[in-house]
């Protein structure tokens, strides 16, 4: 299975990006899908994840302003991220979790200057 996520950039504090990450290869049913990031110097934290059901969990520092989705038929997890602020700069990586294994994209840098 690979993940390809997409959707990073550069954008000015208050902004919005949507990133999206498509899963690929022999898959027979993904179980949760979500979002993770690391700051610069810092380590891998949950940002946000959706069962395939749709049930949704987020870190208490992003809940108002990200909106995790997922579409089943396309394998595919969104992260919608507005009002960002410059503390949102990382590394932003998707992870799935299929029959008790963990698959992760490659990761798309996410920038918001102050």
């Known amino acids: 299975v690979q993940l390809q996520a997409s959707g990073g950039g550069l954008v000015q504090a208050g902004g919005s990006l949507r990133l999206s990450c498509a899963a690929s290869?022999?898959?027979?049913?993904?179980?949760?899908m979500g979002w993770y990031r690391q700051p610069p110097g810092k380590q891998r934290e949950l940002v946000a994840t959706?069962?395939?059901?749709?049930?949704?969990n987020y870190a208490d520092s992003v809940k108002g302003r990200f909106t995790i989705s997922r579409d089943n038929a396309k394998n595919t997890v969104y992260l919608q991220m507005n009002s960002l602020k410059p503390e949102d700069t990382a590394v932003y990586y998707c992870?799935?979790?299929?029959?008790?294994?963990?698959?992760w994209g490659q990761g798309t840098v996410v920038t918001v200057s102050s």
């Open positions: 992870r799935a979790e299929m029959y008790s294994i963990n698959y």
């Open positions: 959706i069962t395939s059901s749709g049930s949704a």
């Open positions: 290869g022999t898959i027979f049913s993904i179980n949760v």
